[in-house]
């Protein structure tokens, strides 16, 4: 089938050809008709491509999203271990190689790959416990046609032409306040420009063509549960430019061109480069949320979505790297996992307060000790043991304990509890009991 962009151009060149042959039967409207020419062209020109069919058969992309030598690795999407991004992430994240020193990233071009609109850009600013700002961080968002959306994120700055061309930060908005401003856009790019740089980036890209993914909960993402709550003040043009629907997030990766895919998906891997993603589906899904069991994102009340509160969410998930592996994405939301249940020396208070609030990852098991978390699917009472704080952090003095109850409502509830009189799962009295100090978590 003809792509829409071919029968797009095919019309303009018709409409010309048809005036210039309009021109050779009157000569003295020749002036007319190059007006009228020129005008055509710009109109073709400034149809969004958003208002555009995709082309059919063919890659979204055509190029690359930077200069493949200057990146180390590419984390997976689905990512839960980044301290404050618990949820699953949407986006795969370029990780550059070894700037100047060993201890720093390489700074890279951030490049379109892909004739596109940049739809809107957004700034935030992050600040320390003092209020100091320590850095800005931009988002641009894009759309090449009807269905294909995607953005680059955490860029530590964009071209200043895009800026220009966007009429300068006079023109954003605030949202909650003067950290995050936005503006929506309509800049064209072409493949291969300069959108900003940075010592590596996220990538996101979500097909509106896809089927949505399936979800325990799916009401739960019909907001954003990745963006602050501050943006739905915002237009409805500009929030549904920066925010499409995360059920149809994809790998970006997969719509490059046929024979860059293999390049780039060999990057894909922890973000220092040494642990390789394993599996045939290295890139991963975006949201990992399985029906009926207890895989996913879990929330500390049953309705606010995880957008009232930074720290509304835990995620109970496969490594992005080795499915074999599996993290409690916790980030401190267990109120019985106590620094005192970390492995290290009595002197060491402030590394166990930090191994306590890290993720926790241990080998999957079988039956009812370090099951998979896609496995549970009863009411049954499960025991995880040989817990480690991130990777290769030390040891947990204890078990973890957890309950799916499937009769709860909405859509079943969470028991958790980090249990120190026991080191093993097998010390325990049968049947496995809480002891009454366990948090009660939401789909």
Not at 351 to 364: G, P, Q
């Amino acid at each position: 089938m003809i792509g829409s962009g071919y029968v797009t151009r095919l019309g303009a060149a018709l409409a010309t050809a048809a005036i210039f042959g309009a021109m050779i039967a009157n000569p003295n409207a020749g002036k007319h008709y190059v007006e009228q020419a020129t005008i055509a062209a710009a109109a073709v020109e400034r149809t969004p491509l958003s208002a555009r069919a995709c082309a059919i058969g063919e890659p979204a992309f055509a190029g690359p999203f930077a200069d493949l030598d200057d990146i180390l690795s590419i984390s997976p999407l689905g990512g839960v271990t980044a301290p404050g991004e618990v949820l699953p992430a949407p986006y795969i994240r370029l990780n550059t190689r070894a700037g100047e020193t060993a201890f720093e990233r390489r700074q890279t071009s951030a490049l379109a790959p892909a004739r596109a609109d940049v739809t809107a850009i957004e700034r935030h600013i992050d600040r320390d416990a003092y209020g100091r700002a320590t850095a800005q961080r931009w988002t641009v968002h894009f759309r090449s046609c009807e269905k294909i959306h995607f953005y680059y994120g955490r860029l530590d700055s964009i071209a200043p032409e895009l800026l220009e061309k966007a009429g300068g930060l006079d023109r954003f908005s605030e949202f909650g306040g003067p950290d995050h401003i936005a503006l929506e856009t309509n800049i064209r790019v072409g493949a291969g420009d300069v959108i900003g740089v940075a010592d590596g980036f996220d990538v996101g890209l979500h097909d509106l063509a896809a089927a949505p993914a399936e979800m325990a909960r799916p009401a739960r993402y019909r907001t954003n549960p990745y963006i602050g709550a501050s943006i739905y003040d915002a237009p409805a043009s500009l929030v549904k430019a920066i925010n499409p629907p995360t059920d149809r997030a994809r790998c970006p990766i997969d719509y490059l061109p046929k024979r860059q895919q293999a390049d780039w998906a060999a990057k894909l891997g922890d973000v220092w480069g040494i642990r390789k993603a394993k599996g045939e589906d290295a890139c991963r899904t975006a949201l990992i949320d399985r029906p009926s069991t207890l895989q996913g994102a879990w929330f500390t009340d049953s309705s606010h979505n995880g957008v009232a509160s930074k720290v509304s969410a835990i995620a109970l998930a496969p490594d992005t790297i080795d499915p074999d592996r599996q993290i409690f994405s916790l980030h401190g939301r267990l109120a019985s996992l106590t620094p005192d249940l970390v492995a290290l020396a009595p002197k060491m208070d402030s590394e166990k307060i930090a191994a306590a609030k890290d993720f926790l990852s241990f080998e999957k098991g079988d039956g009812r000790i370090n099951p998979a978390f896609s496995d549970i699917t009863d009411d049954s009472v499960y025991c995880y043991e040989g817990l480690r704080a991130n990777f290769v952090g030390p040891l947990i003095n204890g078990v973890i304990l957890v309950q799916r109850r499937a009769d709860s409502e909405p859509a079943g509830s969470l028991r958790i509890e980090a249990r120190g009189d026991v080191l093993s799962c097998t010390e325990l009295d049968d049947p496995w009991e809480f002891s009454g100090n366990e948090t009660i978590f939401f789909r």
